[in-house]
């Protein structure tokens, strides 16, 4: 199908002397079967638009964070290994969460940088979201505070 539209100002004073003349044009011009010539006013013209024009669906996606997936696995092993904060001491939970850091510390390196940096900022809002579920939230001190001494992970990485 194919469409085709005049736009101009004014009125018709015979329009269906209009039409007749401009379906006789297209049936000598081409070898199209001629259907339907409809004069729309401005209403009629704007509501055809609207229903022809696609409107482009804006989709925002995520992009995806592999140091989200990384931190969650992280969490997720340490639970396993560790046990819940709520379940002890903080300060015995403490030293299981340095010990099992210690043990594997090459394996975490990178995450363990990662999670160091978070803070209160926007940027580290997702960050804080996966600690927070698994009740690690006071992991990004603790790092700052004993990395000095244990050297978990490297300044500036």
Do not use: W
């Given at each position: 199908?194919?469409?085709?539209?005049?736009?101009?100002?004014?009125?018709?004073?015979?329009?269906?002397?209009?039409?007749?003349?401009?379906?006789?044009?297209?049936?000598?011009?081409?070898?199209?079967e001629?259907?339907n010539?409809?004069?729309?006013?401005?209403?009629?013209?704007?509501?055809?638009?609207?229903?022809?024009?696609?409107?482009?669906?804006?989709?925002?996606?995520?992009?995806?964070?592999?140091?989200?997936?990384?931190?969650?696995?992280?969490?997720?092993?340490?639970?396993?290994?560790?046990?819940?904060?709520?379940?002890?001491?903080?300060?015995?939970?403490?030293?299981?969460?340095?010990?099992?850091?210690?043990k594997?510390?090459?394996?975490?390196?990178?995450?363990?940088?990662?999670?160091?940096?978070?803070?209160?900022?926007?940027?580290?809002?997702?960050?804080?979201?996966?600690?927070?579920?698994?009740?690690?939230a006071?992991?990004?001190?603790?790092?700052?505070?004993?990395?000095?001494?244990?050297?978990?992970?490297?300044?500036?990485?």
């Amino acid at each position: 199908m194919k469409a085709i539209i005049v736009q101009f100002n004014g009125n018709i004073p015979n329009e269906s002397a209009l039409l007749d003349d401009l379906l006789t044009c297209l049936r000598n011009r081409s070898d199209a079967e001629c259907g339907n010539i409809t004069i729309l006013d401005d209403k009629d013209v704007a509501d055809a638009l609207i229903r022809l024009t696609v409107t482009p669906t804006v989709v925002v996606t995520e992009t995806k964070n592999p140091k989200l997936s990384q931190l969650e696995i992280f969490c997720k092993d340490l639970i396993a290994k560790v046990g819940a904060t709520s379940l002890k001491p903080s300060n015995i939970h403490n030293q299981d969460v340095l010990a099992f850091l210690l043990k594997n510390r090459d394996q975490y390196k990178e995450i363990v940088a990662e999670i160091a940096k978070v803070d209160n900022t926007i940027v580290y809002a997702k960050h804080r979201a996966i600690l927070n579920k698994y009740d690690l939230a006071k992991l990004p001190h603790l790092l700052r505070d004993i990395n000095p001494i244990l050297k978990l992970y490297e300044y500036g990485k």
